[in-house]
């Protein structure tokens, strides 16, 4: 199925709750050319549940070959010539290439994007992609923060399987550099405290991409290893923007959080505790009902203490709600009753709800998620986001509470796309969702 993405000269209004069906956004398909498809790796990748309805037509992944190549290559008459040959040659003894596929794929997509096209893969990126390749043999620590904001950007917009390929290059990298690595010899000595905390802090926004990566399809091994409770935690950010270090002052996993601790290293803590729910999801939930009982309460405890403070810090609630909703996705997702005993459902059930009475209360009342400058948001929150608006859609149960919150939601993501690309691609997951329970 394509699913067309919104026009941009819809009403907010309109596009967050049409007439026909109240959460999802119309869409004036003669008018409006530009399209952002679904292709099937994306899926794979942030919500693989849909995949068990059975096939789904989506759009084949494909890199448009840069102008050069086109030209080496010559036109699709010259491109035909050439597959020919091989198919009536080489195919004769090494036939690993489908000869109908091959055919219909460059059938179907020898044409270019349209050129409205709001596709994150841009020119820029290409080109830094392109770049990253001729550098990585220059071990340096530059090279990988920047590697990481590529990490970044794909995760972001929802650039897959490339941010999961990509991280993992990262990890490669940093192991390259020996950083978080014993028994390697660094690339180069560190002498000052800056130099220290500047792997360190590189090395956890490695391990927070390596887990949230997989947050919505657990089962992949993680490239960085397993946190120790004795790992150090990010300095205070506001000394480390100032060029200061104070070692007496660095905490461990080990210690207990406070809401003194700096924003990234709260993070960081929440980032942990995302490796352990992803590791308990990719095993027999009904034989780790202690682990997921424990989990749960240390989550609630730390969504308890981040809400509590004068300054609460959003990016790190929207983390660890998140991480709640992906614990306990096994039983939110459409076929939960299907696979597991009615005491896990009833238990998710309620969870489910507490999360919704916490988001009425707190992201929607104390403008967590909403109402914020897009520009300053992060995207940890847009995957409880798509996951509890999915829940309620699929629910066939509305009231009034389920309806505000999945507006709300919605009008979050909506914004929230002018930013991370990503945002847009749960809007049309959510789009997919009503497709596929009204049967089209």
């Known amino acids: 199925m394509r699913i067309l993405e ?21 869409h004036p398909h003669d008018d409006h050319p530009n399209v952002r498809s679904i292709d099937f790796q994306t899926i794979l990748f942030l919500d693989p549940g849909l995949l068990h309805h059975g096939p789904m037509e989506t759009v084949p992944a494909s890199s448009h070959a840069p102008p050069h190549i086109l030209h080496l290559l ?21 036939p690993f290439v489908s000869k109908r596929r091959f055919y219909d794929f460059n059938e179907a997509s020898h044409d270019l994007p349209p050129a409205g096209s709001q596709s994150p893969r841009t020119a820029l990126y290409h080109a830094t992609k392109q770049f990253s390749l001729l550098i990585e043999d220059c071990l340096s620590i530059l090279v990988l923060q920047a590697e990481l904001l590529v990490a970044l950007y794909e995760l972001g917009h929802g650039i897959y399987p490339a941010a999961f390929l990509s991280i993992g290059a990262c990890a490669r990298y940093a192991h390259a550099l020996g950083i978080s690595v014993s028994g390697i010899v660094p690339t180069r000595r560190v002498l000052t405290l800056v130099e220290v905390e500047e792997r360190r802090r590189a090395w956890w926004a490695l391990v927070i991409l390596d887990r949230f990566v997989s947050i919505g399809c657990p089962g992949r091994p993680f490239a960085t290893a397993d946190l120790k409770i004795d790992d150090m935690l990010p300095a205070d950010d506001a000394e480390w923007d100032e060029g200061i270090v104070r070692p007496d002052r660095l905490a461990a996993l080990s210690y207990p959080m406070t809401g003194h601790m700096s924003k990234f290293a709260l993070v960081c803590q929440a980032a942990r505790l995302l490796g352990q729910v992803i590791h308990c999801l990719a095993h ?22 981040a809400l509590n403070i004068d300054c609460p810090d959003y990016d790190q ?15 939110i997702s459409s ?3 299907e696979e597991f005993d009615n005491g896990f459902s009833q238990r998710a059930s309620t969870i489910l709800q507490q999360i919704t009475d916490r988001i009425s209360a707190n992201l929607i009342e104390r403008q967590c998620f909403l109402g914020r400058d897009p520009e300053n948001i992060s995207p940890w929150g847009l995957y409880f986001a798509y996951q509890v608006c999915g829940a309620h859609m699929r629910s066939g149960r509305p009231t009034q509470q389920k309806t505000e919150v999945i507006k709300s939601l919605r009008e979050g993501l909506v914004a929230i796309d002018e930013r991370w690309g990503v945002a847009g691609v749960y809007l049309q997951l959510l789009e997919a969702q009503e497709a596929i329970r009204q049967g089209i």
């Open 317 to 331: 609630i929207t983390f660890i709600y998140s991480s709640l909703v992906a614990l306990y996705s096994p039983w």
């Open 6 to 26: 919104t026009s941009g000269n819809q009403s907010l209004s309109d596009r967050i709750h049409p007439p026909e069906v109240p959460w999802l956004p119309s």
């Open 335 to 337: 076929n939960a009753n």
């Open 284 to 305: 027999d939930p009904a034989s780790q009902d202690g682990v997921w009982q424990q989990l749960d309460r240390t989550l609630h405890s730390m969504l308890t203490a």
């Open 74 to 94: 010559g036109d699709l008459d010259e491109i035909r010539v050439i597959a020919e040959r091989f198919f009536a040659h080489i195919h004769q003894w090494m």
